[in-house]
C-alpha cells in the first residue's frame, strides 16, 4: 500500500503563488512517474505538470512559464510551484505517483486532491 498526502492548496490572489506538495509512503520499491493533474468545475481532468520516467518533464501549454514541477527523491516528494496564478488555474489539484512493488508491478496512485482558488 502506497499513500500519497497533498499539502499546500488555498484561496490566493490573481498573480499570487503558491506551492504544492506531495509526498508518498508506504510499499514503494521505486518511482516510475510523478505529476500533478488539475481538474475545474464542470472540466474534465487535466495534466498539469508531470515527471516521465525517463526524468523528462511535460507541462501544460496553459501553465508553461509559470508553474515549475520539482522533485526530491529522498523524500519521494514531489513539488509544484505555481506562480502568476490566474483564476482560471482554479481547480482541484491532484498528485499522480506511479510506483513499483518489490514484486515489479507498477501501480497508479493518486492524492486525496487539493482545492486551489485563484480570486480576480
Known amino acids: 500500500q502506497v499513500q500519497l498526502v497533498e499539502s499546500g492548496g488555498g484561496l490566493v490572489q490573481a498573480g499570487g503563488s503558491l506551492r504544492l506538495s506531495c509526498a508518498a509512503s508506504?510499499?514503494?520499491?521505486?518511482?516510475?512517474?510523478m505529476g500533478w493533474y488539475r481538474r475545474a468545475p464542470g472540466k474534465p481532468r487535466e495534466l498539469v505538470a508531470r515527471?516521465?520516467?525517463?526524468?523528462?518533464?511535460n507541462y501544460a501549454d496553459s501553465v508553461k512559464g509559470r508553474f515549475t514541477i520539482s522533485r526530491d527523491n529522498a523524500k519521494n516528494t514531489v513539488y509544484l510551484q505555481m506562480n502568476s496564478l490566474k483564476p482560471e488555474d482554479t481547480a482541484t489539484y491532484y498528485c499522480n505517483i506511479v510506483t513499483v512493488g518489490a514484486g515489479g508491478l507498477s501501480y497508479d496512485n493518486w492524492g486525496q486532491g487539493t482545492r486551489v482558488i485563484v480570486s480576480s
Open positions: 508506504g510499499s514503494i520499491f521505486s518511482i516510475n512517474a
Open positions: 515527471f516521465n520516467s525517463g526524468g523528462s518533464t
